[in-house]
């Protein structure tokens, strides 16, 4: 009966694969998937003795030639044929539990909609038997910590703004490719990966111009929902432009704060004051025009990327712009102008903060922006007896978390799981283990440790949150953060342009999640337009309260 059912299954899974048509895009989408696979996989191909770059260009327009299923499946064994036989695998570990699998996603192997029973099981004894090799697209470039991956690929930096079809796709398929293996967060993406590529083929192959072209590389590399994602090229520069307001703004609850000038004459000449709130944009309301700016904005969470586009919000390639500003209950329109930033000259940032300090005679104060591995010694003999220390995380640390570290915990503990690829198994991720502090420290620090976040806590920012928060005694104060820890690791495109990625994951020891979601405040602070036009710290003063009431 059993042997049965699985002749019955076989028969309609061949009578799908014979039956069902494939427009050129389908066939396309699952090219790249194949030609990824092998590139990553395959012994023969993993040695780059063949230039796959120029395998894949010669395939493309073979694939599209293909009339059908069985058309392609012709060339996919032929091709198979030519790479030479795989020889069995004895070191393979093929038996993996489900917790290392998360980003594991060869299900299309088995698709009976593109591939024969036939391919499958020749794609399949690839997988069980892969390269165990060095590969020569990737590799981790350094000897000692052998966990962060690095991308070997070609740039073809004199490829003009919009190349031909086959490069454009060839940019496609590497990135998607990458992403899909080595990318810890790729399960977390708003958008499914699998769609991601169906949705942005149609936008590679029929870019007509650079800036569409150039637009569509930078949609692909926003796809990540990673604030470690960076793409820039001359085209997306312009695409935001280069004019700004005369005045400095934030974009508070959907509105556009104005809180400053970069040069007053210009702004106050256009009839725009501090405290002004711009509700439009062109008659649009300001939350309708971020939806429409921010598939370009990189970041991992709403948040990170509103705080990061408030100061592109304005700009524009045209030295006007209308705006509607409430004021009293009534909206008014007004045409502003704008200027290249150089018009408003050197602005001088005399405010440096303190590394350290005590506030009062009883709170200490750190600035984790600017403390210097060489002062911690030295603040925390000051700051030992204090009854709290307030630690501000809101900056991008140097590399003091882990000699602050020993300060605060008391003992050595693991404060973060790091999973990173396995470049002998793509898709799946290793965990490691990441420890802080120092064995039996009696002399830990005592007090309450108040840790004070928002969107600029980033990285390295919230992997020191996360060591603190293992002290007795941590709150966390203020708002969510970026949410996109780990390392950066870039990624070319054709024509000498790159995009990057957190190249390894970051959970909490039981398991939760940092990534998107961001450091989750004990006490959250929401910024208020009072509170910014007064000029207040608000979180800070939140922590002062909570060092004073413990509430």
């Known amino acids: 009966m059993k042997r049965l059912l699985i002749v019955v299954l076989l028969l309609n899974s061949l009578h799908i694969f014979a039956s069902a048509p494939l427009t050129e895009n389908q066939k396309l989408e699952n090219l790249a998937k194949v030609w990824g696979f092998l590139k990553y996989y395959h012994p023969e191909v993993a040695k780059g003795k063949l230039d796959w770059d120029a395998e894949l260009m010669q395939k493309i327009a073979e694939v599209k030639a293909a009339k059908g299923p069985q058309e392609l499946n012709e060339l996919y064994s032929n091709w198979l044929d030519k790479l030479g036989k795989v020889k069995p695998c004895n070191s393979c570990e093929n038996n993996l539990p489900e917790n290392l699998k998360r980003n594991l996603t060869l299900d299309w192997l088995y698709d009976t909609a593109t591939l024969s029973p036939e391919l499958s099981k020749r794609l399949h004894y690839i997988r069980q038997n892969r390269n165990q090799g060095k590969n020569a697209y990737v590799r981790y470039p350094y000897k000692v910590f052998k966990t962060q991956a690095e991308f070997t690929e070609k740039k073809y930096e004199n490829l003009e703004a919009l190349p031909s079809e086959e490069y454009r796709l060839l940019g496609l398929f590497r990135h998607w490719n990458i992403i899909n293996y080595f990318f810890p967060y790729k399960y977390a993406t708003d958008v499914p990966w699998d769609s991601v590529l169906a949705n942005m083929l149609p936008k590679f192959r029929n870019a007509a111009s650079p800036l569409e072209y150039h637009l569509a590389m930078l949609e692909l590399s926003n796809s990540i929902d990673d604030g470690h994602n960076t793409f820039r090229t001359n085209y997306t520069e312009r695409f935001i432009g280069g004019f700004y307001p005369a005045f400095k703004y934030k974009i508070i609850d959907d509105k556009v704060l104005v809180t400053g000038y970069y040069h007053e004459g210009f702004g106050q000449a256009d009839s725009v004051f501090i405290g002004d709130v711009i509700t439009k944009i062109n008659g649009v309301p300001v939350k309708d025009v971020l939806v429409q700016k921010l598939p370009y904005i990189p970041g991992s969470n709403y948040n990170y990327k509103v705080n990061w586009i408030s100061s592109l919000f304005l700009n524009g390639g045209t030295p006007t712009l209308t705006v509607t500003i409430e004021k009293d209950g009534k909206e008014y329109e007004r045409q502003i102008r704008r200027y290249p930033f150089s018009r ?208």
Not at 369 to 375: C, I, S, V
Not at 486 to 504: E, K, Q, V, W
Request: aromatic share 10%; net charge positive; glycine share 10%.
């Open 344 to 551: 408003f000259g050197y602005i001088s940032e005399t405010n440096v903060k303190p590394s350290w300090k005590l506030l009062t005679s009883e709170i200490g104060y750190i600035n984790i922006g600017t403390l210097q591995t060489k002062e911690v010694n030295k603040a925390m003999k000051v700051l030992q007896n204090s009854k709290a220390i307030i630690i501000d995380m809101r900056e991008y640390p140097s590399y003091t978390i882990g000699a602050l570290a020993k300060h605060l915990l008391p003992d050595k503990v693991t404060t973060a799981i790091m999973p990173y690829p396995d470049l002998k198994y793509p898709g799946i991720f290793r965990p490691k283990q990441i420890k802080y502090g120092k064995m039996g420290n009696k002399d830990y620090y005592k007090g309450k440790v108040v840790l004070l976040v928002d969107a600029g806590t980033m990285s390295m920012g919230e992997f020191g949150t996360m060591a603190f928060q293992s002290a007795p005694n941590a709150t966390v104060i203020g708002r969510q953060t970026a949410g996109a820890d780990g390392n950066i690791t870039y990624i070319d495109f054709p024509g000498g342009f790159r995009a990057s990625m957190s190249g390894l994951g970051v959970y909490y020891p039981d398991g939760r999640e940092m990534q998107r979601i961001g450091i989750v405040p004990d006490i959250e602070v929401k910024p208020t337009i009072e509170g910014v036009l007064s000029n207040n710290d608000e979180i800070l003063e939140r922590a002062l309260e909570f060092t004073a009431t413990g509430k």
